[in-house]
């Protein structure tokens, strides 16, 4: 909204041009075309006097009322693109003629996108500023601070590069005679094995800068936590091997944090570094600086992170580019940026705190009433996740893949699981006749399989707290079905879960809750709604249930009738196009006393998949789609979504009788979790579900992610 008093400026990176028909105008952030013949024209005129030394008033005084209204709706059309100004608005500055002649350029960038450029570059020179490093980066970067104007600069010599007398002297010199009004002071430096000692240092300084040419990564481990806690405006610089790893900008107003950056990255290392020991939480101070590291390399981490700064206290730049964290090669200096999110088990930025039960209770009563996940909205949400150096998952793949007659999506995966315990980054596949259902299901697989091994140690109970809890029953061990354990979680510690039938809290131990990323245990399961994947990790735990009851059956099972059953859409084409490619499928019905439809489907002689639904249909059609996934796998020699093998299903078991199985069972969600928890039940079992929920970066993207564990109940004589 134009005010008569304002004072417009035309930015300085805007341009316009000619068009047939009317002006075409472009700046730094916006672009506009605007319709008439004589625009061009009567900008080329208007322009030289949008200079921010006239108001709006005095800019249209002596016009007609119909001019003063065509060049008013100019300005406000102008104005709300981003291409004017108002000076009257600037703030106050102290800054001489001579000075401001003398940062013209910095002047004129910021002018480009911000108002009160001369207050925001003087705000940026007032602030005290600390360089922490050693060497030719350190050197460099007191330079490049020197150039940008901060009037006054400590630096902090760090022990395991020396800058010698020769070198601060000439910064000294460089400083007099460059900048005479500004100051660089030589610092004592603290013993950085006293935390109170480097507290007390840095507390005086609004920004500090570090800059490392070696892996001193307790270091800057130490400096990101204190800055945090200090709310201090911190950016460094660290040479690993051949790369240098820049940002994030840490700062009071940006939620960013280096140590989630750095354990995201940990947990990728095996897909780019042969020397993850490099990237430890270690200082490293008898590593040689790599030979690349040059005085061009040097310079440009020091601007880097000087420039960074200076967009940041301006607030000229991206906050979204300052937040990621940055890599350049030192031998070619190309560089990239990457992304990351929060992670769980960092020291400085996130601080869980144990549930007690009521807190568990309010949370599982959220996740039952909460809405579902959209999968448009999962997959574009999932985006976030996915970074090739920084990601939660490294990599959403189909092109090395047939993708047909079915689609194939692989997902690559982090590491979960701490440093301290060897174990690899792992993948997941999914199959399906449509792309979009084969992306969205490998999505819900990868983020379960990786939410099923992260785990935080500082969310579990200790075995000292569990008397404490002397109200809430616990279930151990021997109370449990086909369990495993993970090293991560040594010694005893405990978790909340809940009894699916009564909907109490019970405690169990974490140890057989959380999975390697090697193992597949049943009972993981992720969903769209909190009642869905409740119900999938159920069948699950039916699946195996009743492959237990055939390993020890000795009837034959019937063989289901393709021809008269009833399939879904999907299914009954995937059934014309096994009979199509001249598979000779089997497909035997081997419901057992669960009563949840469960068939063996059979390639010949071998058996390809054990499918359970508790839709008829869609179990058949699970099978089927397995199927046809060993037929194209087999085809095209893709062993990647190749199906794992199952549980032999013996000749003496495949009947010769034909059946059409049907069931009337529940189609929703929720009478579906119902109607299993009752089977289950009645045949001796009780089940207990834990939200997976650890790294809560994920659960935001995908909240209903559940491990269900099954035990055997007490059975009353009687039932």
Not at 76 to 100: C, G, V, Y
Not at 347 to 362: M, W
Request: a negative charge.
């Amino acid at each position: 909204m134009l005010v008569q008093n304002m004072h417009p400026k035309w930015r300085a990176d805007t341009y316009f041009i000619p068009m047939p028909d009317g002006v075409y105008l472009r700046g730094n952030s916006s672009r506009l075309f605007l319709k008439g013949k004589s625009l061009f024209a009567l900008l080329e005129r208007l322009v030289p006097m949008l200079d921010g030394s006239v108001s709006i008033e005095e800019l249209t005084d002596g016009l007609d009322t119909a001019k003063k209204r065509m060049i008013t709706n100019l300005l406000e059309k102008l104005l709300a693109h981003d291409f004017l100004t108002d000076t009257s608005q600037d703030q106050p500055h102290t800054l001489r003629s001579s000075k401001l002649e003398s940062v013209a350029l910095d002047i004129a960038f910021l002018a480009a996108r911000k108002p009160s450029a001369a207050s925001r570059f003087e705000r940026f020179c007032r602030q005290p500023l600390l360089l922490i490093g050693s060497g030719a980066s350190c050197i460099a970067l007191i330079k490049a601070s020197i150039q940008c104007g901060v009037k006054k600069i400590d630096v902090l010599i760090t022990p395991e590069g020396a800058v010698g007398a020769d070198a601060r002297q000439m910064m000294l010199d460089f400083s007099a005679e460059n900048a005479p009004e500004q100051t660089v002071r030589f610092l004592a430096t603290p013993s950085w094995n006293e935390e109170s000692a480097v507290r007390d240092t840095i507390q005086a300084y609004d920004a500090l800068l570090h800059v490392s040419e070696r892996p001193m990564l307790a270091r800057a481990l130490l400096l990101n936590r204190l800055c945090l806690e200090q709310r201090k405006t911190f950016m460094q610089a660290v040479v690993v091997d051949d790369r240098a790893w820049l940002g994030p900008l840490v700062s009071p107003e940006a939620q960013n944090c280096w140590e989630c950056a750095w354990r995201r990255l940990q947990a990728n290392l095996s897909y780019f570094s042969s020397q993850p020991s490099h990237y430890e939480f270690e200082d490293q101070p008898l590593a040689v600086p790599h030979h690349l590291l040059t005085a061009a390399g040097s310079t440009m981490l020091a601007n880097r992170l000087i420039f960074t700064l200076f967009q940041s206290v301006t607030q000229s730049g991206s906050p979204e580019i300052a937040a990621r964290l940055s890599t350049f090669d030192l031998a070619t200096f190309e560089g990239e940026s990457h992304t990351f999110l929060p992670h769980p088990h960092c020291l400085a930025c996130q601080q869980p705190a144990v549930p007690g039960v009521s807190q568990f209770l309010q949370q599982m009563q959220s996740l039952q009433n909460r809405e579902p996940t959209d999968p448009e909205a999962l997959l574009e949400n999932i985006g976030g996740c996915v970074d090739k150096r920084l990601g939660i998952f490294t990599a959403f793949e189909y092109s090395d893949f047939a993708q047909a007659p079915l689609a194939v999506y692989q997902v690559h995966s982090s590491n979960p699981l701490p440093r301290q315990i060897s174990s690899e980054p792992f993948s997941v596949v999914a199959l399906s006749t449509q792309a979009k259902d084969a992306c969205v299901q490998a999505a819900q697989k990868a983020c379960a399989r990786y939410a099923a091994s992260m785990v935080d140690r500082r969310r579990l109970l200790s075995s000292a707290a569990v008397p404490q809890q002397s109200s809430c029953p616990t279930i151990t061990s021997d109370q449990l079905l086909e369990i495993s354990s993970l090293p991560v979680v040594e010694e005893e510690m405990w978790i909340w879960a809940l009894d699916l039938r009564t909907q109490q809290a019970v405690l169990m131990s974490a140890r057989y809750v959380f999975l390697a990323p090697d193992r597949k245990d049943r009972g993981c399961a992720a969903g769209m709604s909190w009642e869905e994947a409740i119900c999938q990790a159920l069948l699950d735990w039916c699946n195996y249930l009743t492959l237990e009851q055939v390993r020890d059956t000795q009837r034959a099972y019937p063989q289901v009738d393709l021809a008269q059953v009833s399939l879904t859409p999907e299914g009954a084409y995937l059934h014309r196009l096994l009979q199509t490619i001249g598979e000779q499928i089997t497909v035997y019905d081997v419901t057992g006393t669960l009563r949840v439809p469960t068939f063996a489907t059979c390639s010949g002689e071998q058996v390809i998949a054990y499918s359970t639904h508790c839709d008829v249909a869609q179990a058949l059609s699970m099978g089927l789609m397995g199927a046809v996934q060993h037929y194209q796998a087999t085809q095209f020699q893709q062993p990647d979504y190749a199906l794992e093998p199952v549980p032999d299903f013996p000749a003496h078991l495949r009947g010769t009788h034909v059946s059409v199985p049907h069931a009337s069972l529940p189609d929703a969600w929720p009478a579906r979790r119902e109607w299993l928890l009752a089977q289950l039940w009645a045949n001796g079992f009780r089940a207990f579900a834990l939200p997976l929920d650890h790294d809560t970066a994920l659960a935001r993207v995908l909240p209903f992610i559940v491990r269900v564990l099954v035990g055997k109940r007490d059975v009353k004589r009687g039932e």
